[in-house]
């Protein structure tokens, strides 16, 4: 993996699609055997070398900051980056977060996304962006970008889905206005001047966008063990 110390987690979505349960917990706090998916994360993460991790919150934000504090019994420090209700979407709680994540690239993670990806594989952006692409299940076939060998591409056969892992240079964001915005519009602006790289990443992975999702990340846990 490239030397970087600063990760980003996201953390500030309402989560509609998993309620009644995030009436009243934040998507990233939902456990799998015990754990939050958010702490997943943070230790694959400082396994990584990570040591400083960026999360932001809007939805029961408070909840977030009391489970995870300074983040020292993780091994990191974590910083945190308070976003209005609705939240600012992800390119906007990007750029909001960036006087956090310094002037170096940096890697952002979803919160709500369950994998086993080594993030000691990732590569430092030759351009502005790196995306790890993941086999599309069945709930979004169609896929969001393609590979032309090493290089992310809007179009093209065999588009694969974006895993919500990503290492983003701070150009990515220059010249942005704060406030709401999408990250997609900003990386097809990029793949445009050829400035994304990516890789295909086939082990475990899951968007858990559902109750259903969830349960069955449980069960896989349970049968684990």
Do not use: C
Request: proline fraction near 7%; charged fraction near 25%; charge should be negative.
């Amino acid at each position: 993996m490239f030397r970087t110390m600063k990760a980003m987690i996201l953390a500030a979505g309402r989560g509609e699609r998993m309620r009644p349960l995030t009436d009243t917990m934040p998507k990233p706090l939902l456990e799998v055997d015990g754990k939050a998916l958010i702490e997943y994360h943070i230790e694959a993460l400082r396994r990584a070398g990570v040591e400083t991790l960026v999360v932001n919150h809007a939805h029961l934000g408070g909840r977030i900051k009391a489970a995870l504090g300074s983040g020292a019994r993780y091994g990191v420090r974590i910083l945190y980056s308070p976003e209005p209700e609705g939240a600012l979407d992800t390119g906007g709680g990007i750029h909001k977060a960036l006087p956090l994540l310094g002037d170096d690239p940096f890697i952002v993670v979803n919160g709500d996304i369950w994998t086993d990806y080594p993030f000691t594989s990732l590569s430092e952006p030759a351009g502005l962006a790196h995306l790890v692409l993941v086999d599309n299940p069945p709930h979004h076939a169609d896929g969001d970008f393609a590979l032309s060998g090493r290089e992310v591409v809007d179009d093209g056969e065999g588009a694969l889905t974006f895993s919500g892992i990503g290492v983003y240079r701070p150009a990515l964001f220059a010249e942005l206005a704060p406030g709401r915005f999408p990250l997609a519009p900003l990386l097809r602006r990029a793949m445009r001047e050829a400035a994304v790289t990516g890789e295909h990443y086939r082990g475990m992975w899951m968007d858990i966008g559902t109750p259903q999702r969830l349960e069955e990340i449980r069960r896989s846990a349970r049968d684990a063990v």
